[in-house]
């Protein structure tokens, strides 16, 4: 849909609520007003024909609960302290009811348990049901395509409903009356400043700033950082937010994986480094082994801690950036990365399947023994002899 002609008071369109990005959280709020009455638009700032957000890139995965009681003791115990438990609670209470809404809301998808809790042992963690769009069996295997499945379900939803979206529009800036209260917001759309008007609601679902370099290297325990979700995810609405007087919480709060980043053409695009099957070690800049690489292998929420070390004593970051190390025999036994989701997925990059075409980019370095490739890969020459040893071990 495209905007109407710019009214006499200047704005191009009115509606009940605006919907800022169509993500799973967008489209979440787009069908919530709009099937309790309201008028909605979205508005996204990928083209259609290029619209990958995380949601898409994603392995799907939806977590819901069985009991609100028992799930909220589980969240507690995951955010140790850091969030207040009502805020737990009123998330664990909702998440029982999301295979309800998957049903009777969404439709069309077949939502299917495939993981329990990723931390089993805390309290209340029998109460946390993973599920999946179509997804049976092992966890990973399961993932095949379902972060795409799961989007094209949000949003044929969204389209059955006729909830317009105007594609390839940014939402930049939140308008306010003289009380501060919002009123809409200015986007723009190739090149053109679109003012929509907003009786009761702008929504800010437009995802994170992981591709904003100043806001991570404001917020963030250590820098450069890099993630592998929609790379138009900038942080605008963390801007949009604090222009219009909001305050933040728990920004560097996230999780994360030792990840691929490089250079296409000019752009940046990050992958997850699929060091399973086994075969691997992955060092430090000085050439010391530090985690448990299985954690990665398995693609645990919480190796990016593992990264996040400080080294008082020369006033540095040891593990950024860190340094995979795999044989011949991994690298014939398929892409180093995930296929079935981020960036490959949803058509961003086509990545070998035996990773040859990104040696030759560059983005891979080798040599004929450990040291070598540590160097070629651009590790001081003492930490590349470390290494060596390291893997040796
Ligand atoms: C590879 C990968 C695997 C993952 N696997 C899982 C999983 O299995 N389970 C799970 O729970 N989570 C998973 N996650 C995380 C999960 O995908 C995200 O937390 C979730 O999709 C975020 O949804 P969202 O709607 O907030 O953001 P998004 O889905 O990224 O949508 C945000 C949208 O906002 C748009 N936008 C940005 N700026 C503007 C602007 N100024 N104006 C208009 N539009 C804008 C973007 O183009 C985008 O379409 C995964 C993430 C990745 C990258």
Redesign the pocket.
């Known amino acids: 849909m495209s905007p109407q002609p710019v009214g006499p008071d200047g704005v191009d369109m009115n509606v009940d609520v605006v919907v800022?990005?169509?993500?799973?959280?967008?489209a979440a709020a787009a069908i919530t007003a709009h099937d309790g009455g309201a008028s909605v638009v979205l508005?996204?700032?990928?083209p259609e024909h290029q619209?990958t957000?995380?949601?898409r890139?994603?392995?799907?995965?939806?977590?819901t609960a069985t009991d609100g009681a028992a799930a909220a003791r589980y969240l507690d115990a995951c955010a140790s302290g850091m969030v207040p438990f009502d805020v737990s609670q009123a998330w664990a209470e909702r998440a029982t009811h999301l295979p309800w809404w998957f049903q009777e809301v969404i439709g069309g998808l077949d939502m299917v348990p495939s993981a329990g809790a990723e931390h089993p042992d805390f309290e209340g963690a029998e109460a946390i049901v993973a599920v999946q769009p179509g997804g049976v069996g092992e966890r990973l295997a399961a993932a095949a395509g379902a972060?795409p499945r799961l989007f094209e379900g949000l949003s044929a939803a969204v389209l059955r409903r006729r909830i317009p979206i105007l594609w390839g529009?940014?939402?930049?800036r939140l308008t306010q009356d003289n009380h501060g209260r919002i009123t809409g917001l200015t986007?723009s759309s190739n090149g053109r400043s679109v003012s929509v008007g907003a009786r009761h609601a702008v929504v800010l679902?437009?995802?994170g700033y992981e591709f904003d370099e100043e806001l991570k290297r404001d917020h963030l325990r250590t820098y450069p950082v890099h993630f592998?979700?929609?790379p138009?995810?900038?942080g605008?609405g963390v801007r949009m937010a604090q222009q219009a007087g909001a305050s933040l919480w728990h920004m560097n709060q996230m999780i994360g994986r030792a990840i691929g980043h490089f250079d296409l053409d000019g752009r940046p695009v990050n992958f997850?480094i699929g060091i399973d099957p086994p075969g691997y070690v992955i060092c430090d800049r000085a050439g010391h082994r530090f985690a448990n690489e299985h954690h990665q292998a398995q693609l645990r929420h919480d190796f990016y801690y593992e990264l996040l070390a400080y080294d008082p004593a020369t006033n540095s970051q040891p593990r950024v950036p860190c340094y995979w190390f795999f044989d011949e025999s991994r690298r014939q036994a398929g892409p180093l990365t995930y296929t079935h989701?981020?960036a490959v997925a949803v058509g961003l990059y086509d990545w070998s399947e035996d990773n040859s075409a990104e040696i030759n980019r560059g983005w891979i370095a080798s040599g004929d023994s450990i040291a070598e490739a540590g160097e070629a890969a651009g590790m001081s020459p003492t930490a590349a002899i470390r290494a060596a040893a390291t893997v040796a071990d």
């Open positions: 800022v990005g169509f993500g799973a959280a967008g508005l996204d700032k990928n619209h957000p995380s949601t890139m994603s392995g799907g995965m939806v977590m972060g529009t940014a939402g930049d986007a679902a437009c995802g592998y979700g929609n138009n995810n900038t605008d997850i989701f981020g």
